[in-house]
């Protein structure tokens, strides 16, 4: 056998001399590939058998770890060992006597700790994101003095990213969220023979309440999410840093083109996604209800009165500021390191959605009593 070769663990069986001889090298490398035949012949060794290990070679842990556990926690009466081979079974025999302890019961007081550190957690971040909205307000101030400080290219190129680009995705969203609800509703519909309601659900459900919403979730896995991460890598990067060791604020220039942007163009999309999901409604109420495109178009101002439309528009602005803002404030506190990232980057959009449905209940609370027909 070569040097480097491992020789075959085993084990074999002297009847003639009540004896069961462990050869070859018990290590994890050689025992994995015949671990079951090793186990079966531990388990036909009989109990009155002498032990002998003199053709033991090297030993490891896990080898060591099967012997001890085929003896049954208890060392043979006969026994032939080598002194070395006797230690690295002494170290199992002793790591087998005082086993890892169990892990502490949860007791009300680390409920209370639990609870105690999340609560000055939050705190901690709504301190961070009101010292970010005051950053804002001096921002705003100050180029209200200064108006060719504007940073308009970057508001621009935020309106593209935030607004245009995510117009295909929001369509395509919207006209099948459309094509559903109509197709529901109209199952129902039919059977109670109020097919010109189809016009009403729709036009109330999508551009009051679906329509923001669903762009602003949208928006928050898409644009909210690159916000976060754009940030963060500059973080990381230490670009950020550069950028204050340069004179240039981080909020003048970064944070706020985001919230102006995502601001004026989270309407615009709310009036898109709306109009596509109310073309899809109409197609599937074609197909199921007959509904001519004159009649929904006639029949949607009457159904649908206009301040819907800029309750619709009213919180798509909102909605898009809180997104900004969300996104921003996570991403100015990525620590420099990848896992800080990914976190904050999850926890700006799971935040995001958050707040959004909780503007939008405060919404429907506030108009409760604003564009509801009659």
Request: aromatic share 6%; charged share 15%.
């Given at each position: ?59 490891d ?5 099967l ?29 087998a ?9 949860f ?14 957690a ?5 301190l ?87 762009v ?87 159904a ?38 990914s ?32």
């Amino acid at each position: 056998m070569s040097r480097g070769q491992p020789a075959a663990a085993r084990v074999e069986l002297a009847p003639e001399r009540l004896e069961a001889r462990v050869i070859g090298d018990w290590t994890i490398r050689t025992l994995m590939t015949v671990i079951a035949e090793v186990r079966q012949g531990l388990a036909l060794v009989p109990a009155n058998f002498a032990w002998n290990l003199s053709g033991l070679g090297r030993l490891d842990s896990f080898g060591a770890t099967l012997l001890w556990r085929a003896w049954k926690g208890r060392w043979p009466e006969r026994l032939v060992l080598d002194p070395a081979h006797r230690a690295v079974i002494e170290r199992i025999a002793l790591s087998a006597e005082h086993p890892i302890p169990a892990a502490p019961r949860f007791t009300v007081a680390d409920a209370i700790a639990t609870l105690g550190g999340a609560l000055i957690a939050f705190v901690e971040h709504l301190l961070s994101f009101v010292a970010l909205l005051g950053r804002l307000g001096l921002d705003l101030v100050y180029l209200l003095r200064n108006p060719r400080e504007w940073p308009l290219l970057e508001i621009s190129a935020n309106v593209f990213k935030v607004g245009v680009k995510a117009m295909p995705v929001t369509a395509l969203v919207g006209f099948l969220i459309g094509v559903v609800l109509s197709y529901l509703s109209a199952l129902q519909l039919k059977i109670f023979g109020a097919d010109a309601f189809i016009v009403n659900i729709l036009g109330l459900g999508i551009i009051r309440e679906l329509g923001p919403v669903l762009v602003s979730v949208l928006v928050a896995g898409r644009s909210g999410s690159a916000m976060t991460a754009q940030l963060g890598v500059m973080r990381v990067t230490e670009e950020i840093d550069a950028l204050a060791a340069m004179g240039v604020s981080r909020s003048l220039r970064l944070v706020l083109p985001k919230v102006i942007a995502l601001t004026l163009a989270m309407p615009l999309l709310v009036l898109w996604t709306s109009s596509v999901a109310l073309i899809g409604g109409w197609v599937s109420a074609l197909i199921e209800l007959d509904i001519s495109f004159h009649f929904f178009v006639t029949a949607l101002p009457d159904a649908v009165p206009i301040a819907n439309l800029y309750i619709g528009l009213a919180k798509g602005a909102v909605f898009g500021l809180l997104i900004a803002l969300i996104a921003c404030h996570f991403g100015l506190r990525v620590q420099p390191n990848t896992e800080s990232l990914s976190t904050h980057t999850t926890a700006s959009v799971v935040s995001a959605i958050t707040v959004v449905i909780l503007a939008d209940a405060v919404f429907a609370i506030a108009t409760r009593s604003i564009g509801i027909p009659g």
